[in-house]
């Protein structure tokens, strides 16, 4: 590639740029003189790789250009883009062959190129590496719950970091059940009550958070509050029944009164009025001589 | 109709409603479930408070009617009882003697038709019928007699049947018995025969122990 004839030069027409160079000629060598090299930009790098770490950074790794161009290479230029051959620059004289890009977009596809920058220019980009960005972590938020008593009812909340909805659900049906965000004592026991939040596009699916509590005992017998409602209701009706039947008969209570009859004694009279008639029962025992027999049963 | 054995009756409404006196009340309750017969129906036309409170009062009008003392019974029985009789003239004639009469076992009846009338309003004058039968069977008694009079009772046993009919229908049955233990002193001693067959002087003193004494006899029904 290159070409050095003694001290004469000799034009040499090359698409590469040409370098001179004068160096002093060994003892080993016919003199001083100069020495002339053709250079060129390095070629693009190879075994490009794009790794997505987070949902905001993509590493990129590379390896040096098989050729430098006869020179050494000063560093190397990333491109960035979101779609296939649409990438821009985005860092320039990277040095080394790793270089994390951050600022991302989480749960989006970017696409990488980069090329090999020497004294002699830029070389061509390496191949596309593509990676897509990964969703966004979130956490929950769920704080402890305190004891209860068998048959509570309450409800319980947690939130998540993306402030999306966090789900509930019990680890332990039998002592405790949850429907939406209520949560129901029904046996006594531990009591451990799950939040979950499955993620969406932008973020992953959270870590669950339990909290755990302790179901007792009432201390008296259990009874279902549905049986004591019920049996209030049928006492407050009864009573309430039995009040209207008191002051109803009270109303139409009938004036009966009992008299002594003026005939003979032991005649009493019942006198009554209250239904819009009056009624007189005259009542008079008679007594019975009777008979007194006597009868032998054996001779 | 309910065999029972109160203890010692001391009347008839004892031997059948027992001795708590609740005969009124279980009498209303009898009458308050079928009185039957044309008392029924009239009583049926009167308001419920006013036929309550009849029921009531013909209950204890009744109750009243039944309330017959055993010991009266079984006097009455004893003077008509021919071996008492006859043993009563002869101490009577002689004066001063005594007999021992043994008593076959002998039934004492007494029956009564007592009944409650009951005029309601202008409507024919109600009945309720009674019909109460006493019936005491005494044997292995000993009679004591002296000057025509039963002075004392030696042992024997008894056994009291009550029945109550209400409008001819049976309504009550109770049995009783009753053991006489030792010898039982009837004090002055009960009269057996007519007042008339008696000395005079003693008439005064007859009628009082006749009065007394059926209270203080713990004959039949007295163990």
């Given at each position: 590639m290159s070409v050095l004839a003694g001290a004469c030069l000799v034009p040499v027409i090359l698409t590469s740029t040409l370098a001179f160079t004068l160096a002093p000629r060994g003892p080993s060598s016919q003199g001083p003189g100069l020495a002339a090299s053709v250079v060129s930009p390095p070629g693009p790098p190879t075994g490009l790789t794009a790794t997505a770490v987070s949902s905001s950074e993509v590493d990129l790794a590379w390896a040096a250009p098989a050729s430098d161009g006869g020179l050494r290479v000063t560093g190397y230029d990333i491109y960035k883009g979101t779609s296939s051959g649409g990438e821009t620059m985005y860092a320039g004289l990277?040095?080394?062959?790793?270089?994390?890009?951050?600022?991302?977009?989480?749960?989006?596809?970017?696409?990488?190129?980069?090329?090999?920058?020497?004294?002699?220019?830029?070389?061509?980009?390496?191949?596309?590496?593509?990676?897509?960005?990964?969703?966004?972590?979130?956490?929950?938020?769920?704080?402890?719950?305190?004891?209860?008593?068998?048959?509570?009812?309450?409800?319980?909340?947690?939130?998540?970091?993306?402030?999306?909805?966090?789900?509930?659900?019990?680890?332990?049906?039998?002592?405790?059940?949850?429907?939406?965000?209520?949560?129901?004592?029904?046996?006594?026991?531990?009591?451990?009550?799950?939040?979950?939040?499955?993620?969406?596009?932008?973020?992953?699916?959270?870590?669950?958070?339990?909290?755990?509590?302790?179901?007792?005992?009432?201390?008296?017998?259990?009874?279902?509050?549905?049986?004591?409602?019920?049996?209030?209701?049928?006492?407050?009706?009864?009573?309430?029944?039995?009040?209207?039947?008191?002051?109803?008969?009270?109303?139409?209570?009938?004036?009966?009164?009992?008299?002594?009859?003026?005939?003979?004694?032991?005649?009493?009279?019942?006198?009554?009025?209250?239904?819009?008639?009056?009624?007189?029962?005259?009542?008079?025992?008679?007594?019975?001589?009777?008979?007194?027999?006597?009868?032998?049963?054996?001779? | 109709m309910t065999p029972g054995a109160p203890a010692w009756p001391h009347t008839t409404l004892e031997l059948l409603f027992g001795a708590a006196g609740t005969a009124p009340e279980s009498l209303a309750a009898i009458l308050s479930g079928n009185v039957g017969g044309n008392l029924g129906s009239a009583l049926e036309r009167l308001p419920r408070e006013i036929r309550k409170t009849s029921i009531r009062k013909i209950s204890e009008a009744a109750a009243g009617l039944l309330d017959v003392n055993l010991i009266d019974v079984l006097i009455a029985g004893w003077r008509k009882h021919q071996d008492l009789t006859t043993a009563a003239r002869r101490t009577l004639a002689a004066p001063g003697s005594t007999e021992l009469v043994d008593l076959a076992t002998y039934q004492v009846t007494e029956e009564q038709q007592p009944y409650v009338s009951v005029l309601i309003d202008d409507l024919p004058p109600a009945t309720l019928q009674l019909g109460l039968s006493v019936v005491l069977e005494i044997s292995a008694l000993l009679a004591g007699i002296s000057a025509g009079r039963l002075i004392a009772v030696h042992s024997g046993r008894c056994d009291i049947t009550g029945k109550l009919a209400m409008q001819g229908a049976d309504a009550i049955t109770k049995r009783a018995h009753s053991e006489l233990p030792g010898v039982i002193t009837l004090g002055q001693g009960l009269r057996l025969l007519p007042a008339q067959d008696y000395p005079s002087v003693t008439e005064q003193a007859d009628r009082a122990n006749d009065e007394a004494a059926p209270a203080n006899s713990p004959t039949c029904g007295h163990g």
């Open positions: 990277v040095r080394g062959t790793r270089y994390p890009v951050t600022g991302l977009t989480s749960r989006t596809t970017y696409y990488f190129q980069v090329t090999a920058v020497n004294r002699a220019g830029q070389g061509n980009r390496s191949i596309e590496a593509i990676a897509t960005t990964r969703r966004s972590r979130q956490t929950i938020s769920f704080g402890p719950l305190s004891a209860r008593l068998i048959d509570a009812k309450f409800t319980v909340s947690a939130s998540a970091s993306s402030r999306l909805r966090v789900l509930f659900s019990s680890d332990t049906p039998r002592v405790c059940t949850v429907s939406g965000s209520t949560i129901r004592t029904v046996a006594a026991g531990r009591c451990t009550i799950r939040a979950s939040q499955g993620g969406n596009t932008k973020y992953q699916p959270a870590a669950d958070v339990t909290q755990s509590f302790t179901v007792r005992h009432r201390s008296g017998p259990h009874i279902p509050r549905t049986l004591i409602i019920v049996l209030v209701a049928i006492l407050v009706v009864g009573a309430a029944a039995l009040l209207v039947r008191r002051w109803w008969r009270r109303l139409h209570r009938p004036d009966v009164r009992v008299e002594p009859h003026d005939g003979p004694p032991g005649v009493v009279r019942v006198h009554g009025s209250g239904t819009g008639a009056t009624h007189t029962v005259n009542i008079e025992p008679h007594a019975s001589a009777g008979t007194t027999t006597v009868k032998e049963l054996e001779p | -």
